[in-house]
């Protein structure tokens, strides 16, 4: 080989081990990054990430949060009128968190009853309704139809 | 009455802007001059026009004609007379109303600044301008008309978002549209110098200030969003990698890469193709960005009510301006090709280093950004957290950070790097040195802080180093680069120690007790009612102190706006040089008056926003290069006189 060729080719070999670090590191960061949307039907019937986090969307039930006195510790459920899932945070809710609206929070189940948010967010669009939640909510009520349905028959 | 008047406007803007878009670029095919001097009262016809809707609509506001849809959902009799104004470009028809206004105004300025341009190119830029705004009117009347009316009309409106009943309001949406629109003049250029299938330096050195500019713009008005998030949104974050936010940085990656490329073809017959293709790119990212914040298919802080028309529409134009130029790019790419050799061992290498790390930056938070609505479309739900953003842009401005001072030192065409790299070494060594001071001084920093700490001080000083050592060198273009650069250190310094420095803490307080954090003692003094303007507010007092002696006062606020049933909290923050200390209130917890209170310590973030702004000063400050004026001089005095043995 010429000297030209072999700067050339140490060159080429250069770039791929470059380009493969950083698609390897890129795939990593991608991959213990992504976040799966679920909801409390799919939670209930244990469709979901263990040991990780995840975000779990529905409404806060009507009724349902309590405060632990002297704390900054709430619980509360989150609903799709499907299913429920217990959900506790300690620390500040946002603004915009109500009983009987939406509601997305990020955290993972500790056990199969129980949820604990590292995050919640309760931002949303004029009709107070975050889009992925509303889809659940869709899903939801559409299979409780037919639930209904079946039971008529 | 006047509704009807500013919807006629609209008509007959997008009438003006469709004849812009045809009649000179007809002119230039068929060579008839006639037909191409038409292109700049048309375009001066056409800012009249936008900017006489714009007008009326503000006054709608003003007046509180609740007969217009867009104006009662938007504004109420309470809101006071500021944000009535700021309302106009609250939502969605009003901010794309201002989307094609501030466009109207970029091709008024583009008709009245070419003087050093050819009829024939000037005509080819302003019909490609015509395109994009046609687009744009076409958008508003169809899918987004503010001057829809309602009847009856009702008694008293909706009201304002409280979250946007803010100054931030007032001048961030503007400032970043100016930037976000100002790229299409970049764009247009490109488009008009491919279909005219050449491009010369003086075309790019043209192109290069408008771009500075809109860069500028751009930078200053990220800078203002983020700011304002820090404040209003009341959790003391600076930046969340939010879809919205996202739409306004690829621009702004994209166009970072665009002027320093700029810098090498504007001098050389190099990178001639490349400067056209990021250009493209730069203007279909602000498309993008637009189709991500108003189809509301991405939840996000920004989101508005999700529309699939509009949504549709948008995606429709990104693919008839961004489709036509890159197909017209892969059509005549090979008449661009550059003919000057670059040497490896010289500042262009490290331009073109630099274009391409930022442009990796760009598509890697791109795919971050779209990935969510490709797995939506397989029937999956999901999002990407933040720190895949946070660690993936680290990683990328590592090169960037290191090679930054060598591409500064490096001389244009042929240098040695041998010699550059000795020529840094002493400035190595200070920002070692300086690193382990700062490791110190703070008790510790983590990995990533030492690394962007090292990163701001390398920068900072080469750059102060060059200035020093090329007293000669003082023209405009070097005081610009040295400025944004030194920008770059500020920011970097700022960021790093605000992200890795920072103290946080939630906790209970009751009236009268007091807590500790990061030395200082927070006392909290109770919460009382305010009414002010538009809303009922609690207002805390906490007292801030340290060692005894009272520093200030904070009384941050849960505020309560009647009309739209929200509350919103307004954070209080004692700004600092060193250091920022902010409260807000979160809720209260109980009816003793005990209130949940955050308390944060934001060490340098000022430094932060100050770095961009440096950046942005930089970017002005090179307009006013003497070799850019002096040669652009020549270009208008060589058009004059080819004009001349013309007639």
């Known amino acids: ?153 | 009455m006047l509704a009807n008047t500013g919807q006629f406007l609209l008509v007959l803007a997008l009438c003006t802007s469709a004849v812009l878009m045809v009649l000179p670029m007809v002119g230039y095919f068929k060579n008839n001059e006639q037909l191409m001097k038409t292109g700049r009262p048309l375009s001066y016809l056409l800012f009249v026009l936008v900017l006489t809707t714009f007008v009326i609509l503000v006054s709608l506001f003003v007046m509180q004609d609740f007969s217009v849809t867009y104006v009662w959902q938007h504004s109420s009799l309470e809101l006071p007379l500021r944000y009535r104004i700021t309302a106009t470009w609250g939502a969605h028809e009003g901010s794309v109303l201002m989307w094609v206004t501030v466009q109207a105004l970029w091709i008024a300025a583009v008709a009245r600044y070419s003087r050093s341009l050819s009829l024939s190119q000037v005509s080819r830029v302003l019909s490609v301008l015509g395109i994009i705004a046609t687009g744009f009117l076409a958008f508003v009347l169809f899918a987004s008309n503010p001057f829809e009316i309602t009847n009856p009309a009702p008694l008293d409106g909706r009201d304002l978002n409280p979250l946007l009943q803010d100054f931030g309001m007032i001048i961030h949406p503007p400032l970043l549209y100016f930037g976000y629109v100002g790229l299409s003049v970049a764009f247009a250029l490109a488009v008009a110098a491919l279909i005219g299938g050449q491009i010369d330096e003086k075309w790019i050195r043209w192109s290069r200030r408008w771009t500075n500019l809109a860069w500028a713009f751009l930078t200053v008005g990220i800078i203002l969003g983020s700011w304002w998030a820090y404040y209003e949104l009341g959790w003391g974050g600076w930046w969340f990698w939010d879809p919205v936010e996202n739409a306004s940085f690829l621009p702004w990656l994209a166009g970072t890469a665009l002027i320093h490329v700029q810098a090498v073809s504007e001098r050389k017959n190099a990178f001639r193709g490349w400067t056209v293709l990021l250009a493209i790119i730069a203007f279909s990212l602000c498309v993008l960005g637009t189709f991500l914040v108003r189809s509301g298919s991405i939840t996000s802080v920004h989101s508005f009510a999700a529309d699939p028309f509009r949504g549709v529409f948008i995606l429709v134009l990104l693919g008839i301006y961004a489709g036509g130029a890159l197909t017209l790019y892969a059509l005549r790419v090979n008449q661009l090709r550059s003919r000057d050799a670059i040497n490896l061992e010289s500042r262009e290498t490290m331009l073109l280093a630099n274009s391409l790390i930022f442009i990796t930056s760009t598509f890697t938070i791109l795919l971050g950004t779209l990935f969510p609505m490709i797995f939506e479309a397989m029937g999956k739900k999901i999002s990407v957290g933040s720190p895949y953003f946070g660690l993936m842009f680290f990683l990328l401005m590592i090169p960037m950070a290191v090679l930054l001072p060598l591409g500064a030192q490096l001389k244009w065409h042929k240098d040695k790097m041998g010699a550059a790299i000795k020529a840094l070494l002493p400035h190595f060594f200070i920002a070692t040195a300086l690193t382990v001071g700062a490791y110190f001084l703070f008790d510790g920093l983590n990995l990533r802080a030492t690394a962007g700490i090292f990163g701001g001080f390398w920068i900072a000083s080469s750059s102060v180093g060059q200035i020093l050592k090329f007293p000669g060198r003082m023209n405009a273009g070097f005081v610009g680069m040295s400025v944004a650069h030194l920008g770059v250190a500020v920011f970097l310094f700022g960021m790093s120690m605000t992200e890795h420095k920072d103290v946080e803490k939630d906790i209970l307080l009751k009236p009268g007790q007091t807590t500790q954090v990061a030395g200082y003692d927070f006392t909290f003094n109770g919460v009382s009612q305010v009414k002010i303007e538009n809303y009922q507010a609690q207002q805390g007092s906490i007292q801030v102190s340290q060692n005894g002696r009272p520093i200030v006062e904070l009384n941050p606020q849960k505020r309560f706006y009647p009309k739209q049933q929200q509350p919103m909290t307004e954070a209080d923050i004692y700004p600092g040089f060193t250091k920022d200390i902010y409260v807000s209130l979160g809720e209260a917890v109980n009816d003793q008056g005990d209130w949940a209170v955050r308390i944060y310590i934001k060490p340098f973030i000022r430094w932060m926003w100050f770095g961009g702004l440096m950046m942005m000063a930089g970017a002005v400050i090179a307009l006013f290069s003497k070799r850019s004026q002096r040669l652009e001089q020549q270009q208008v005095d060589q058009v004059m006189q080819e004009r001349l043995k013309l007639s």
């Open chain 1, 1 to 153: 080989m010429t000297p030209t060729r072999k700067k050339r080719l140490l060159l080429i070999l250069m770039v791929a081990l470059g380009v493969s670090i950083a698609v390897a590191i890129f795939l990593t960061a991608f991959k213990e990054n992504i976040m799966f949307f679920k909801s409390p039907t799919e939670v209930s019937a244990g469709q979901y990430p263990e040991n990780r986090n995840f975000r779990l969307g529905g409404m806060v039930k009507e009724n349902s949060m309590q405060r632990i006195p002297d704390t900054l510790k709430v619980e509360f459920i989150v609903t799709d009128f499907a299913q429920d899932v217990t959900v506790q945070f300690e620390g500040i809710l946002p603004d915009l968190f109500r009983e009987g609206q939406g509601v997305v929070t990020i955290g993972q189940m500790v056990n199969k009853d129980l949820f604990v948010a590292e995050e919640v967010l309760a931002k949303h669009d004029e009709n107070y309704m975050p889009p992925e939640v509303a889809d659940a909510l869709e899903k939801a009520k559409t299979q409780n139809a037919k639930y209904e349905q079946g039971g008529i028959e």
